[in-house]
């Protein structure tokens, strides 16, 4: 479903993402983990062409999402993203803010696109929040709201910037069980995320990051057992 091939990327001088070859299968889910500037967001975010890359190619359900003759606004569609800041419309309520793009972006009509996003939401928990505005509620039902706003467009693959790094620690749990329960449908799914223990539980594979490359891609009972690398160790010796 994700292909990413021989990816190179700069910031100026400084290169951040070193030949970079990765290949996620539909329905599996990727962690992405590693230190602080190792380059897990600049990749994720390339994924979907929030960042532009230098060299190589990224293919996600067959489309180069890079390439010039490549319409960004259907790639961005058929891609979910979740930041850790959730970035919902402060002056839309829960079912305004996941319906608004269905409506503009794919025309779909207000009552049906708003019938979904009641549906979703209340798949995520939120069968009581559809009227509240953004500051009406906590962090943890705002990213819910912002994971449902980011299903709504029906995506092929989701991809997650460290989802519950901005949260309370009480709230991390009902956002895992989220995207748990998102896992759950076969969606096709890239996590960066600190969280360790939701990494090894749910997720096909680990990707090591480190100085802008992947040290290691392992099953989760590998990696976190038996790492081949001593970065990999010593990142996980401050970990775990
Ligand atoms: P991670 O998500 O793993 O913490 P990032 O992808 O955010 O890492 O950053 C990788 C490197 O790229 C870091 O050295 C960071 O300082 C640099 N970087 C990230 N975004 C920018 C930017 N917009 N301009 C310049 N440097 C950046
Ligand atoms: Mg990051």
Do not use: W
Request: negative net charge; charged residues 20%; aromatic residues 6%.
């Amino acid at each position: 479903m994700i292909q990413i091939k021989q990816v190179n990327k700069s910031f100026g001088p400084i290169q951040v993402l070193k030949d970079i070859n990765l290949e996620v299968p539909e329905s599996h889910i990727y962690a992405l983990i590693g230190p602080s500037g190792a380059g897990k967001s600049t990749l994720i975010r390339s994924i979907n062409a929030l960042e532009t890359i230098q060299a190589g190619e990224i293919v996600v359900d067959g489309t180069s999402v890079h390439a010039s003759k490549t319409d960004i606004n259907k790639v961005r569609t058929d891609i979910g993203f979740v930041f850790q800041s959730f970035n919902l419309y402060p002056h839309l309520t829960a079912v305004e803010n996941v319906s608004i793009a269905p409506i503009q972006v794919k025309k779909i009509q207000k009552e049906q696109a708003e019938e979904k996003a009641k549906s979703l939401l209340t798949s995520l928990g939120l069968g009581d929040k559809f009227a509240s505005y953004p500051g009406q509620l906590s962090g943890g039902q705002q990213q819910r709201v912002a994971i449902a706003r980011a299903l709504a467009m029906d995506p092929k693959v989701m991809l997650f910037d460290e989802p519950t790094s901005a949260l309370d620690p009480e709230m991390i749990k009902e956002v895992l069980d989220s995207i748990r329960k998102l896992a759950s449908t076969g969606m096709t799914m890239v996590v960066v995320t600190h969280e360790m223990g939701f990494a090894r539980e749910i997720c096909n594979q680990i990707v090591f990051m480190a100085d802008g490359k992947i040290v290691e891609v392992a099953p989760p009972e590998q990696f976190f057992t038996n790492p081949e690398t001593e970065r990999a160790k010593d990142f996980l010796s401050k970990v775990l």
